[in-house]
């Protein structure tokens, strides 16, 4: 009933930047957290960042200082600003949201398909 949809992926040069949106749709009662995840090829799926509904930020060692996360509620959306990136950053990022579509209803995890993100000069 929730769909996530992720864009503002591509390729940059290392020291770069580049800025993640989720955009969260169909039936929702609500959402709570949300998070960005990323897998390097060959590598397990890693937390990178979470953001609770009030706004509590949660971040990785690996990319603490570079990457923020933030939301808006009003509009369903997910974005994680990425400074600073490094070729180790290189990766599919995925929007993941924990969310109801009724207040009768129980959460539910929902993900994205996924950007690819590379790091290379």
């Known amino acids: 009933q929730v769909q996530l949809v992720e864009s503002g992926g591509g390729l940059v040069q290392p020291g770069g930047s580049l800025r993640l949106s989720c955009a969260a749709s169909?039936?929702?009662?609500?959402?709570?957290?949300m998070r960005w995840y990323r897998q390097a090829p060959g590598k397990e799926r890693d937390l990178v960042a979470r953001?609770?509904?009030?706004?509590?930020?949660n971040y990785a060692d690996s990319v603490k200082g570079r990457f923020t996360i933030s939301r808006d509620n009003a509009k369903n959306m997910v974005y994680l600003q990425m400074d600073s990136l490094k070729p180790e950053d290189t990766a599919v990022y995925s929007c993941?949201?924990?969310?109801?579509?009724?207040?009768?209803?129980?959460?539910?995890?929902?993900w994205g398909q996924g950007t690819q993100v590379t790091v290379s000069s």
């Open positions: 993941n949201a924990d969310a109801k579509s009724g207040s009768g209803l129980g959460w539910r995890s929902y």
């Open positions: 953001i609770t509904y009030g706004g509590s930020t």
């Open positions: 169909g039936i929702i009662f609500s959402i709570n957290d």
